[in-house]
């Protein structure tokens, strides 16, 4: 076994639990035909801002955003398992270590490179067929708001996590199914140590305590959050993935379990309107879509379409910026200039104006001129970049692509929150780019334990909060993102590969949590590494900022005062704010790969 390579110095803190995930995850173990899972050593991760070291590995690499979900994939890796296999593995743990970022409950989009070619499996979730554009409306006809929304029934969509891996694995696995849920079942029964992270989360929450399920799983007697170090077991999250393995994903959208996460959303304060008809018809669905992938600079930048708004926002801005004049200093002391920030956030506020007109689940609503990629074409982004000059635009109208009016309404900005991020290249150079979600933290507050009668379960999405709460606009236009029954929510999820445009070589993986400011994470993370030379951990590490066509955002203790002050110069309204990204990134290197985590998060990355 080649060593494995940590780049720049950690603390001791650090590395010695990284140490002893080698030693204690059967590094030295031969390739077998099966997976032996060995649970390694549990560090406790410092939260906040934990500087990460980026890591350099020869063979294969795998990023996620908990240690152990990440070491999950790399035994299944060692084990002769595929990147698709991996993923897999990687998200059954993270449902039960970072159960407030995604789920079984919940759903995911992934991308697939297999040497050949990009394969996307869209796993988002979808309305119940009952559910109409007054869903989130109430007697008055007046929207919930977003925080009564989220922690009721009416915001469970129906998840679809698993008919994605299902859907993934038949095309792509190289283990059984059933191998793949060994390491989840395994820590679900022994136990995991609860991090940091997670214990700040549920201390806090003020909502998931109000869930019987929830309250005996992650609460004592006397309703305080468990400690850090706690071992937490969750038997009956076992039990419901041992089921799934061995009977395949009906064991989770027919019978007991599907018959249980109905009954806890018709049984809320104030219920929801999916019956086991909506789990049954989503297992039925067909999952594959076609990749959207875009030239920028020298490379082909590949994504997600509709119901995604995450690949054409994202474009957008790198496109508009194209066409911009670029600064005489971009980056100065890693941090971007104002200059190189207005250029951004002006672009920003187009993408986002397009973005909240026009994007909706494609099975509803047209793209404009018929093509999603007439929001992509060159001309029509260079029109919208002559729109940016030397001071703030304030708030950007939509365009017009393809000579289309639409009849829609601009559905205003509304909180987007949770979601994890997965990277993974495996020994053939096959990659995943997975980003996965419940939306909110904790999701809709409402667990399921599957029927099992067993302690634990798992967290259901509340992820038709995504949808525009008021389906028309103050001129009473209706809102493309509205809620119509079996339509996708529109999501801001970005996950990314990207290649070399002249060979079509593979060349990196990315992508990020953080709401709609996942298009932003994610935009940034391209821009370092392709654009200003960094490293993966370097590009990842750069401070965050955002814009959705209001406010510019920049993170919190990040950036120096001289930075909004210019800003505030250039007429922006600036917000300092913690902007929490969860970035995970693969990039290739001359000796194999280079990978980075997110020091705001727990995540590491593991290979050889």
Request: aromatic content about 8%; overall charge negative.
């Amino acid at each position: 076994m080649k060593d494995f390579v940590l780049q720049n110095h950690l603390s001791a803190f650090f590395i010695i639990p990284l140490i002893l995930f080698f030693i204690l995850s059967g590094c030295d173990q031969p390739t077998e035909d099966r997976v032996r899972y060995t649970i390694p050593e549990q560090p406790e991760l410092a939260t906040g801002y934990t500087p990460k070291p980026g890591w350099a590995t020869s063979e294969f690499a795998v990023a996620a955003a908990h240690p152990l979900a990440v070491d999950a994939g790399y035994q299944i890796i060692k084990a002769g398992g595929s990147a698709v296999d991996a993923a897999i593995a990687v998200q059954l743990v993270l449902g039960l270590v970072e159960p407030q970022s995604s789920g079984i409950g919940g759903g995911a989009f992934l991308l697939f490179w297999d040497g050949e070619g990009v394969h996307a499996y869209n796993g988002r979730e979808t309305a119940p067929s009952a559910a109409d554009k007054n869903l989130f409306l109430d007697e008055d006809g007046e929207p919930l708001s977003h925080r009564v929304a989220v922690r009721s029934g009416l915001s469970v969509g129906v998840p679809g996590t698993l008919a994605l891996l299902k859907t993934a694995h038949d095309q792509h696995g190289a283990l059984s199914w059933e191998e793949l849920f060994e390491p989840a079942i395994i820590l679900a029964e022994q136990g995991f140590n609860i991090t940091p992270r997670l214990h700040r989360l549920l201390d806090e929450d003020d909502a998931l305590i109000n869930d019987e399920i929830a309250r005996n799983l992650y609460y004592d007697e006397n309703g305080s959050a468990h400690p850090v170090g706690y071992n937490l077991k969750n038997p009956a999250y076992a039990e419901i993935l041992r089921n799934v393995a061995e009977q395949g994903i009906a064991a989770f959208y027919e019978g007991e379990t599907a018959e249980d996460i109905v009954r806890r959303i018709q049984n809320h304060e104030r219920p929801g309107l999916m019956h086991t008809n909506d789990l049954a018809a989503y297992a039925r669905l067909d999952l594959r879509t076609e990749a959207l992938c875009n030239d920028w600079l020298e490379y082909e930048i590949c994504g997600f379409p509709p119901p995604s708004s995450g690949h054409l926002a994202m474009m957008q801005i790198l496109g508009i910026m194209e066409h911009l004049d670029e600064p005489e200093i971009s980056l100065q002391d890693s941090i971007p200039t104002a200059e190189w920030l207005h250029g951004f956030l002006e672009a920003s506020k187009l993408a986002f104006a397009d973005r909240n007109l026009f994007v909706a689940d494609p099975d509803y609503v047209e793209a404009p001129g018929g093509d999603w990629q007439s929001l992509l074409n060159r001309d029509y982004l260079a029109q919208r970049a002559s729109l940016i000059g030397d001071k703030s635009m304030g708030v950007a109208e939509p365009g017009n692509p393809g000579d289309f009016h639409p009849e829609f309404g601009v559905q205003v900005n509304q909180p987007e929150r949770g979601t994890s991020h997965i990277s993974i290249v495996d020994r053939e150079g096959n990659a995943v780019s997975m980003t996965t979600t419940i939306e909110s933290g904790f999701g809709s507050r409402i667990m399921s334990d599957g029927g099992t009668d067993l302690k634990g379960g798992f967290l259901l999405n509340n992820e038709l909060t995504d949808f525009s709460r008021n389906p028309i606009d103050e001129d009473g236009n209706l809102i493309a993102n509205r809620v119509e029954p079996g339509k996708r929510p529109r999501s801001s999820m970005t996950p990314t590969l990207v290649f070399d445009r002249e060979t079509g070589e593979f060349i990196a993986t990315a992508g990020s949590p953080g709401g709609a400011a996942i298009i932003h994470y994610t935009a940034k993370t391209l821009i370092g590494m392709l654009q200003w030379g960094l490293n993966a951990q370097e590009a990842i590490d750069l401070p965050n900022f955002a814009n959705f066509n209001g406010p510019s955002l920049l993170e919190e203790n990040r950036f120096p005062s001289s930075i909004s002050e210019e800003l505030e110069n250039l007429g922006h309204e600036v917000i300092i704010q913690p902007l929490t990204s969860g970035i995970h990134a693969i990039q290739v290197t001359e000796d194999g790969y280079f990978g980075g985590a997110d020091p705001r998060r727990e995540g590491v990355v593991m290979g050889e």
